[in-house]
Each structure stands twice: as structure tokens, then as C-alpha cells.
């Protein structure tokens, strides 16, 4: 994988602290929209498409170590060095990796309800939500009110289900996923494991963001969470589920303007 061949989306001015911006499973970069903008002027983010999502391109297989590299050169080519780094669950996870694989890179680093850990209990919900998707015969779908009806019984909640229905893109010939969604589906059980990594750490200043409503991050791996990053600093926003960002953007956005260091 090239580059070229990860979407970044640059929101700001070209001269503020670059944010870089990684969201989570069947997510993209634009999901982070209203925390760029709420972090401008001071701030330039940089939101990407992880490979497999939105307009970035697909992998023969999920593997956490190159996606994570994959993204590091990215972002060293586009990026001045070091940038400060957020990531959201799935992204979390190459957030953290991409952290101690590559701390030079990194200045900042923010990690959104997910941990260095095994999370196939707590997310278990995504082999509903994907098998889902994969059931819906898209030869049968005229409009995006066609998928959304026929989603209802499968997927009742209707945010999460227009979370996911962002991903349903129109061609010339009918309706398609953008994600590589048959990839995802198959690698559940492997974008629930964290990578051992074991005698690495990364001793930037670290924010780790738990929603209140989540059950993603647990006192168990707090010591896991601290032996990989010992300046870590834990903030539970309480009225919030996984989703902490959208589901309670002011105060997550607070959250990092209070850790984020403000330009000079």
C-alpha cells in the first residue's frame, strides 16, 4: 500500500499543530467533522480513511502491524513531524500501535474508549450490525429509503443504523458498500485483538477518553493501559456510549482543548 492510496482530509490553516484524526470500524474520516471545526483556528486536522473504509483503498487481508505502518508513512510524507494523534476504537488500536511502534512521529496522543486489550466481548455487537449489512441483497434497493427500511428490523436503532448506511455508496448500476465490508466481516476476530507488545511504551503525554455508558474500557486493563503508556491520564465522559465524540461533541471537544497544548 502507497500513500497515496490513504485519503487524508486537511481541515484548518496549513500553518496551526496538525491533529490527526482515526476513526473506528465502519466508520470514515469525516466522522470527526465537528471536533475539526470546533478545534479551529489553533488546530489543523487531519482526518483519515483508514485502508478498508471510505475512499481509501482495500487490503488482501487485516493485519494491524501494516495498516498502522501504512498509515505512519502517510502522515510522515503529508505531515510535519511530531503531530498529535486521536483514535476511536478500531482506530484506537492503530492509535496506540502507531504510538509505539513510531513514538518520534507522535507528540500528543488521545485514545477514545477502546484499550490495549481484547475487546470481542464488548464488541461483539459488529457481527450483528456487519451480518447485517452483508444480508441486505442491494440488487433489491432503488433508493437510501429502501436500505433504511429494510435495515429497521435487523439494526432498530436508527443512529447507529445511519452510522452505518454512510457507507452505502450509488453507482451508475445500483447501490454498493464503500468499505470493503466482506474484509471486516471475516476479520472480526482479529480487529478485536491488540497486538502483543510487550517491553514497548510510549511515554508521551497520553489522554485515554472512556464513555460512561461503555463497556470498553474496565479497571483490568487500566495496568495494561499504564505499562504501555505511563503518562497516560484517564478522563470518563459519563453520559456518553462508545460513540463519545458524536454523542457528546462539546464535552469531548473540551476534553482536548484542555489537553492539547495551545499554539503560541
Same mark, same amino acid.
Given at each position: 500500500m502507497t500513500t497515496d492510496q490513504i485519503r487524508l482530509q486537511t481541515i484548518g490553516a496549513d500553518g496551526a499543530p496538525p491533529v490527526v484524526f482515526l476513526h473506528g470500524l465502519m466508520g470514515r474520516g469525516k466522522n470527526f467533522l465537528t471536533i475539526a471545526k470546533g478545534l479551529e483556528p489553533e488546530f489543523r486536522s487531519v482526518l483519515v480513511d483508514l485502508p478498508n473504509h471510505g475512499s481509501s483503498s482495500w487490503t488482501e487481508t487485516f493485519d494491524y502491524a501494516e495498516i498502522t505502518d501504512a498509515v505512519a508513512t502517510a502522515l510522515r510524507h503529508e505531515l510535519q513531524v511530531p503531530f498529535h494523534l486521536v483514535g476511536h476504537s478500531m482506530g484506537g488500536k492503530i492509535a496506540m500501535l502507531l504510538a509505539l511502534r513510531h513514538p518520534? &512521529?507522535?507528540?500528543? &496522543?488521545?485514545?477514545?474508549?477502546? $484499550?490495549? $486489550?481484547?475487546?470481542?466481548?464488548?464488541?461483539?455487537?459488529f457481527e450483528h450490525l456487519l451480518g447485517s449489512l452483508r444480508a441486505l441483497d442491494l440488487d433489491t434497493i432503488a433508493s437510501r429509503a429502501d436500505a433504511d427500511a429494510a435495515l429497521a428490523e435487523p439494526i432498530p436503532n436508527s443512529t447507529v443504523r445511519g452510522f452505518l448506511m454512510q457507507n452505502l455508496r450509488r453507482e451508475a448500476d445500483g447501490f454498493t458498500w464503500e468499505p470493503n465490508l466482506a474484509l471486516l466481516y471475516a476479520s472480526l476476530p482479529k480487529i478485536a485483538e491488540f497486538p502483543d507488545q510487550s517491553g514497548a511504551t510510549f511515554n508521551g503525554p497520553t489522554l485515554w477518553i472512556a464513555g460512561g455508558r461503555s463497556e470498553y474500557v474496565t479497571d483490568e486493563v487500566v495496568p495494561v493501559m499504564r505499562s504501555l503508556f505511563p503518562n497516560v491520564r484517564k478522563s470518563t465522559v459519563k453520559q456518553a456510549g462508545h460513540w463519545v465524540h458524536s454523542q457528546r461533541p462539546e464535552e469531548f471537544l473540551g476534553l482536548l482543548r484542555a489537553f492539547l497544548p495551545q499554539p503560541a
Open positions: 518520534e &512521529l507522535i507528540d500528543r &496522543l488521545v485514545i477514545v474508549d477502546i $484499550a490495549p $486489550a481484547d475487546s470481542s466481548r464488548t464488541g461483539s455487537e
